[in-house]
């Protein structure tokens, strides 16, 4: 069974500084790695994805995330933390099963709220 | 493009009564999901489709049904409210069965059962 750790309820950190949000994750076979972040009141909204190849990957509004097989992790990552990145973040993973229909399954951690402080 | 509609977005239902949750996608995507959002469990899956015609089970699927007879539109069932269903409810699309595909998400219907 496929898995996903957001192990902190909620990072806080200061506007400018360097934010990092935690995702490990357990599958069988090559993992699909997703980050999502959600607004108050709206649906999930997709970040960035790592498929294959270079280890970072860059994606929307200046988020980055650095995958690390041997440590199974996928942290999100941004150099200078704005006050409108404060929302939830979502890591997600999906792995090539045996599915009905080939449906490949995708499974959300719980959330990190992320709350920068002016 | 208006993505993924949600519809209705606010609701309150007594214990038993039943309804309808509507999601519709301008995307010509093929698949289809279901999740409910609680606190401190993430978002799981209560139905898919992988086309139209074609649906399964995910985790959750107890006491709700689904049907896709177009493309466009996946409407969630509840048969018989139950407070345990107080949740917030998320229609999601993706364009095919290409792993690599992240998913489109409409912005959720609040449901509470009283």
Known sequence: AQSVAQ????????EGNPLTVKCTYSVSGNPYLFWYVQYPNRGLQFLLKYITGDNLVKGSY?????????????HL?????????????????RALTASSGGYQKVTFG?????QVIP | NAGVTQTPKFQVLK?????????????????MSWY?????????????????GITDQGEVPNGYNVSRSTTEDFPLRL????????????????????????????????????
């Not at chain 1, 097989?69 to 996928?74: A, E, P």
């Not at chain 2, 364009?95 to 998400?105: A, G, V, W």
Request: aromatic letters at 8%; hydrophobic letters at 35%.
């Open chain 1, 7 to 14: 192990p902190e309820d909620q990072v806080n950190v200061a």
């Open chain 1, 62 to 74: 200046g988020f980055e995330a650095e995958f690390n097989k041997s440590q199974t992790s996928f």
């Open chain 1, 77 to 93: 990552k941004k150099p200078s933390a704005l006050v409108s990145d404060s929302a939830l973040y979502f890591c997600a993973v």
């Open chain 1, 110 to 114: 719980i959330g990190t709220k992320l």
């Open chain 2, 15 to 31: 214990t038993g009564q039943s309804m309808t949750l509507q999601c519709a996608q301008d995307m010509n995507h093929e698949y």
């Open chain 2, 36 to 52: 409910r959002q609680d606190p401190g469990m993430g978002l799981r899956l209560i139905h898919y489709s992988v086309g139209a």
């Open chain 2, 79 to 114: 048969l018989s409210a139950a407070p345990s269903q107080t949740s917030v409810y998320f229609c999601a699309s993706r364009p095919d069965r290409s792993i690599n595909q992240p998913q489109h998400f409409g912005d959720g219907t609040r449901l509470s059962i009283l």
